[in-house]
């Protein structure tokens, strides 16, 4: 019979322990990754075509250029020389390592929110899941006055709410309590899609805040973020739980695809979500009422299409449409399911706003392949083929046929998209007849 000494019985039991602690070390990384993921982290602190994470995007806001910072656990130019401490106050309370308050564009007042464990979970990726990387930050590019630091430390005690660990409401439905606490929390859904004052504060960080939460915001960037409530022409009122799981996990469903911003949220976050966790900000998004309780669903009305199937493209902006757009979309704006979005009682193009609808016309756009839709369909730019009073019309065709009924845009408006230089700053976005333009 073999026999152990006591000490070796100890270099076991510490061996096993050891063992143990590296799981759960493991495990705590990869729970980060996984948050931070569903925080898109990646999509502000990384810079086209640079390393993840290092930092250097540049970010326009109403006072001037931001760039973003190095996260990376680099301990001369990114975050390596952190505590936890100091992790938790600049992500939940928008303090910086030298006492300095961070711009709002950080959205700490929503993840204000998150748990603790959650946040030793991302700073435990941070630090240990991420490949340090040695780039210098970038100053911002802000006037004086408004580059002082010290009136941010005044806006932030005024408008981010105290921290605090997200607990459900009592009786609460447990899925319904995870969404809410992906879309207030991590998601920072509320950053782009509520409605900001002159001050440049959310006008509500939650629905008990008000209906503005998630009601759709002004365009960013040359996109509209849509409305997210339950309203019927401009929001998600006719969409079910399902539509919108399958929207976050591949960017489209049988009723519209992704597009412009919302691309890249879809590309680097919400596919990896987990089934459980994108069901449950479907949830949490449906349980939003609407914030115009007196729109109707939507009704389709197929006088338009019935005229185009005769061959009557009498219609202002008809023609333009079925020469330009009846291929993918079909000429009674279902378009085909997954791939070429509906038009017909898309809330998108029933805005108020017809931003992003100019926008794409005008540059196009790649509904990227992700997990569970393999498949990647562009979208060609036609700025290069039609004028301005060209995109308005056939804008106004689709936004006025099968149903739709939205404000008319002008050529003034289509030449407002087109020649601000933020949103389409180089023609190359319009397209060319003449492939070879498009080289680079």
């Known amino acids: ?30 729970r980060g990754e996984y948050l931070a993921r569903a925080g898109d982290c990646v999509a502000c602190h990384t810079s086209k075509g640079g390393t993840a994470f290092a930092g250097g995007l540049p970010m326009a806001t109403p006072i001037g250029t931001i760039y973003s910072t190095n996260i990376t656990p680099d301990k001369k130019t990114g975050i390596g020389e952190y505590t936890f401490e100091d992790f938790d106050n600049a992500v939940r309370h928008g303090i910086a390592k030298n006492g300095d308050t961070l711009y709002p564009a950080m959205p700490y007042p929503s993840y204000s929110v998150v748990t603790e464990t959650d946040m030793r ?22 006037p004086w006055p408004l580059s002082m630091r010290w009136p941010l430390a005044i806006w932030r005690g005024m408008f981010a709410p105290d921290v605090r660990d997200f607990k459900p409401a009592q009786g609460e439905d447990a899925v319904l309590a995870r969404g809410r606490y992906l879309v207030e929390g991590l998601g920072h859904c509320g950053a782009c899609h509520t409605p900001r004052s002159i001050t440049m504060q959310e006008k ?28 019927f022409r401009d929001g998600l009122g006719s969409w ?71 061959g009557d493209d009498s219609k ?17 704006g279902s378009g085909y399911a997954r791939f070429f979005p509906e038009l017909r009682g898309n809330p998108v193009v029933m805005s108020d706003d017809a931003t992003s609808l100019i926008h794409i016309v005008l540059t196009g756009n790649t509904l990227p392949g992700v997990r569970g839709a393999p498949s ?4 060609p730019p036609f700025g290069w083929r039609l004028n301005d009073q060209q995109v308005a019309d056939v804008v106004n065709f689709i936004r ?22 933020e949103l389409i700053p180089d023609p190359k976005l319009l397209g060319s007849a003449d492939i070879g333009k498009l080289a680079p």
């Open 204 to 231: 509500a960080l939650n629905d008990g805040e008000g209906s503005e939460y998630l009601s759709g915001s002004a365009p960013i960037d040359g996109w509209i973020a849509t409305n997210l409530r339950g309203d």
């Open 240 to 310: 079910s739980e399902q539509d919108l799981t399958e929207f976050l996990r591949t960017g489209r469903n049988h009723k519209t695809a992704v597009f412009g911003g919302m691309t890249d949220v879809v590309e680097h976050s919400l596919q990896y979500l987990t089934p459980d966790d994108a069901a449950a900000i479907a949830r949490y998004l449906k349980s939003l009422p609407a914030v115009d309780k007196n729109q109707t669903p939507f009704k389709e009305d197929d006088s338009v299409a019935k005229a185009l199937w005769k």
């Open 121 to 142: 979970a991302l700073y435990a990726y941070f630090m240990n899941g991420v490949k340090p990387v040695e780039q210098a930050n970038k100053e911002s590019d802000i």
């Open 376 to 379: 990647s369909i562009t979208m």
């Open 316 to 332: 202002p902006g008809a023609a333009l449409y079925v020469d330009n757009c009846a291929a993918c979309h079909r000429t009674d």
């Open 400 to 421: 006025s046929s099968w149903g739709n009924s939205a404000p008319a845009v002008t050529a003034k408006d289509v030449a407002e998209v087109r020649e601000d230089k």
């Open 1 to 30: 019979m073999m026999k152990y000494t006591i000490p070796a019985l100890l270099l076991g039991a510490l061996s096993v322990n050891a063992m143990a602690q590296d799981s759960a070390g493991v495990d705590l990384i990869k």
